[in-house]
């Protein structure tokens, strides 16, 4: 059968549901969204002469549900106007509508009973082969399918997102023995290529892989940490970025996702374990966990959980810890450990757990019991949860942000020195782990020419991670770096491609970094067709240019070592805008300041959708000087259209440098001009690489040609200069800017319409990147600017000063 999605079904509204719903109509599909009629009028109604049969009040839940959705934060959609693509209705009056619809997905309360019902009347609505599906976390898969017609069964499964959907990158794909194999393909590979998930496949077992394993890490870190007596910001502290993992840790974790939500899937994973799970006691909940939960003090949603926030006596906002002696909040605390000082300089996560668990201190008791547990447990759920141990690193690393999988931070350990700490304190892992190690085998995971291999429990042998032919990935070849420095490498990605990779922290663009895409066009105009710029980091394409070292020259008075350092830095832009070979950058995450500017200057952007772009450096008391400026005026030269009123165009580019503003998703870049019709945007970050490098393929094979400098920049000159002014005086009038923000602002204002011009004309890009200098030059000197990059070096905001 020939599937393709074009309008999906949600039914049920809650939290999950109009997320869920949200990321479909981000993707561009049609979304029906339902839930229950509420049972009585309310007051509110009743005053309104609202009755039982007015849609205001049948369709109330499923209204109120989508509305809360759309006001939280993090925000479910890539653009506000997406909310378009979502009907709503309720379950008795629109269910039929299903008939229409390619993929229902069921994601009401978690009780069998009442699935069961809805799947009755779905069963009887849909047509043959639409897919059904269920996002629940705790219910059997194959108990809700039965009574169901043959082709119900053959088309239904699990498919559970975790929550928020649009950036948690997991979706566990749970198939019964019934459903047809090329409903799983088909589901497994939709997730990958248009939900941009990491798919994982799952069997049918209670929390499936990832809140089997998650739960249980959770819980148990919670339990030795109140063995051991540590306070919350400490565990959190340590379970953290410096172990590879989301800052939450684990008590912000909690709160975020809600003790009820934690403690209902322990509930049903203790109550599941019965004569199933040797270590089904683990899911019992702490005493603090219990006591947490007895006084509903569930977390965010509640406004109070391990952390309660509060407004201080100036109004201020201040984050309070919960204390375990006294169960009272009380400010938190700087967290320091010898052991964390000591991983400091070590900027690869991979290589900070061997001083982690070697730790002689608290920290490194804490490493050693928690992972000797959870390694152990896992190994245990083998092939009980999963025949492959691959797919356990996904599902971890996909639904908790974890950078590592279990067994991949065990490599980076090192498997017999780990078992070794496990024997010590008696947590040994399952026997497969002996054995693999008689047999020789001494990871579980190896790489060969460029392809990675996992240790396989059933063969005894090693096999290729299947799927590997779509994705590039840069940590498997490290066999292909053909030139290298401090700060970047590069690597022959194959077909004639070369990659660039950032390696400085943050990815900032520092002297290392400058030399490297110097050196990639270099090299790739003499021995390659294309070069793409991109990186694996989980932080950031590129956090901008390195301030440290601006601020050092500048708070040296060291005026043409900037003046040279900036000019470098334009030509090098510049370089990647007019080389011989097409330049294909590869953003995600932050790609700010510098690094917002690399991706206006390439041939082509292939954007993850969640990239936060934006030029940010007015905060700092500067203005953009990469060729940022001169770019925004360029584009907006070139939406001029007769008629139009060109100035607010220009005004549009003017206030998203003047308020620092970045998106909040590759899609909102495009709406910002900073990406244009011609670029990409991909789904699944784990495609970026490959996406790219494919990119420069067809820009080669569509015979490129090297540009020409621009020389027809329209500006708009004194008549711009003096309007946009004029605005700025107005806002300092009204208070809303500080006198430093309106001479940023008016050197911002100078630049992008093309400086001391008499009237509007066309210039060219030389001339306004060296009006940016200038300008950028004039700044460096003010000492309210170095004020404020002092205070973001300082690790604080900048001041508005």
């Not at 053959?154 to 198939?175: A, D, M, S, V, W």
């Not at 006294?326 to 320091?336: A, D, L, Q, R, T």
């Not at 668990?357 to 490194?364: L, N, Q, T, V, W």
């Amino acid at each position: 059968m020939n599937r393709s999605i074009r309008k999906v079904a949600v039914l049920g509204s809650g939290i999950m549901g109009s997320r869920i719903a949200c990321h479909f109509a981000n993707i561009g599909v049609e979304v029906l969204l339902l839930d229950i009629v509420p049972k009585e009028i309310s007051e509110a109604e009743a005053a309104k002469g609202i009755t039982a049969s007015h849609p205001a009040f049948r369709n109330r839940i499923v209204n109120d549900s989508f509305q809360q959705t759309l006001k939280a934060t993090p925000a479910s959609l890539y653009s506000p106007s997406f909310a378009s693509r979502i009907k709503l209705g309720n379950l008795e009056d629109n269910l039929q509508e299903i008939k229409n619809y390619d993929w229902v997905i069921e994601v009401v309360v978690e009780r069998l009973d009442i699935k069961k019902s809805l799947y009755e009347k779905v069963d009887a609505l849909r047509k043959p082969g639409t897919l059904v599906t269920s996002n629940t976390s705790g219910i059997p898969i194959h108990l809700m399918a039965e009574g169901r017609s043959e082709d119900f069964r053959k088309n239904f499964c699990g498919t559970h997102f975790f929550n928020p959907p649009r950036y948690l990158r997991l979706l566990e794909i749970i198939p019964t023995a019934e459903t047809e194999p090329s409903v799983i393909d088909f589901l497994m590979h939709y997730g990958d290529l248009f939900l941009g998930k990491t798919t994982v496949l799952c069997k049918d077992t209670p929390g499936f892989i990832a809140n089997r394993l998650g739960i249980y890490a959770l819980i148990q870190t919670i339990r030795v940490a109140s063995e051991m007596k540590l306070s919350v910001d400490e565990v959190d502290k340590l379970t953290g970025p410096v172990a590879g993992r989301p800052k939450s840790g684990t008590y912000r974790l909690s709160d975020v996702v809600g003790l009820d939500t934690t403690v209902h899937v322990a509930h049903n994973l203790y109550a599941s374990g019965e004569g199933n799970d040797e270590s089904r006691d683990a899911f019992v909940l702490p005493d603090v966990m219990q006591r947490l939960y007895d006084n509903k003090w569930l977390g965010d949603k509640t406004g109070q959980g391990f952390y309660k926030k509060i407004k201080d006596e100036k109004g201020k906002s201040v984050i309070l810890a919960l204390d375990f002696d006294s169960f009272e909040y009380k400010p938190s605390e700087k967290v320091k450990f010898a052991t964390l000082e000591s991983t400091k300089a070590i900027g690869d996560v991979s290589k900070r757990f061997a001083v982690l668990i070697a730790g002689k201190d608290k920290a490194g008791e804490f490493y050693r019991k928690t992972f000797a547990d959870i390694f152990r447990y896992a190994t245990l759920r083998v092939p009980e949860i999963s025949d492959e141990i691959f797919r356990i690193d996904q599902a971890i690393s996909a639904g908790f942000g974890w950078q590592l999988g279990l067994f991949e931070t065990w490599d980076a350990i090192g498997v017999k020195e780990m078992l070794s700490v496990m024997e010590a304190l008696d947590l040994k892992p399952a026997s497969w782990v002996y054995e693999m190690i008689e047999n020789g085998h001494s990871s579980f995971y190896k790489v060969e020419n460029g392809k990675r291999f996992y240790y396989d429990v059933l063969s005894k042998s090693y096999k290729k991670i299947p799927g590997q032919e779509s994705f590039v990935i840069l940590g498997n070849l490290s066999e292909k770096v053909v030139w290298k420095n401090a700060g970047a490498n590069l690597y022959d990605i194959g077909d004639g491609i070369l990659n660039l990779e950032f390696r400085s922290k943050m990815n900032t663009m520092g002297s290392e970094v400058i030399e490297g895409i110097q050196k990639g066009i270099s090299l790739a105009e003499k021995d390659f067709r294309g070069l793409v710029i991109g990186n694996e980091s989980s932080e950031a394409f590129s956090a901008g240019a390195n301030l440290a070292m601006l601020f050092m020259f500048a708070i040296e008075q060291e005026f043409d070592e900037i003046n040279m350092v900036i000019g470098q830095f334009q030509q090098t832009m510049m370089r990647a805008r007019y080389s011989s070979i097409p330049v294909i950058t590869a953003p995600h995450t932050l790609a700010l300041g510098g690094g917002c500017e690399l991706n206006l200057h390439a041939d082509k952007v292939v954007a993850h959708a969640e990239t936060y772009m934006g030029l940010v450096e007015f905060g700092v008391g500067i203005i953009p000087a990469g060729g940022g400026t001169k770019e925004m005026a360029l584009r907006c030269s070139d939406m001029y259209q007769s008629g139009d009123p060109e100035l607010n165009i220009l005004q549009a580019a003017f206030m998203n440098i003047a308020q620092a503003k970045v998106s909040s998703s590759a899609r909102e870049a495009r709406e910002m001009n900073y990406l244009q019709d011609k670029d990409q945007i991909v789904l699944n970050r784990s495609r970026l690489i490959a996406e790219a490098k494919q990119a420069a393929i067809d820009l080669a094979d569509n015979g490129y040609t090297q540009p020409k400098q621009r020389n027809d920049i329209k500006v708009q000159g004194k008549t711009g200069i003096a309007l946009f002014m004029a605005g700025i005086a107005q806002m300092r009038l009204a208070g809303y800017i500080t006198d430093h923000d309106a001479k940023i602002a008016n050197k911002l204002a100078y630049v992008i319409n093309g400086g001391d011009l008499s009237y509007p004309q066309n210039v060219t890009e030389q001339y306004l990147l060296d009006l940016e200098r200038e300008a950028f030059l004039s700044l460096c000197g003010e000492r309210k600017t170095l004020e404020r990059m002092q205070g973001l070096l300082n690790g604080g905001k900048p001041p508005r000063n």
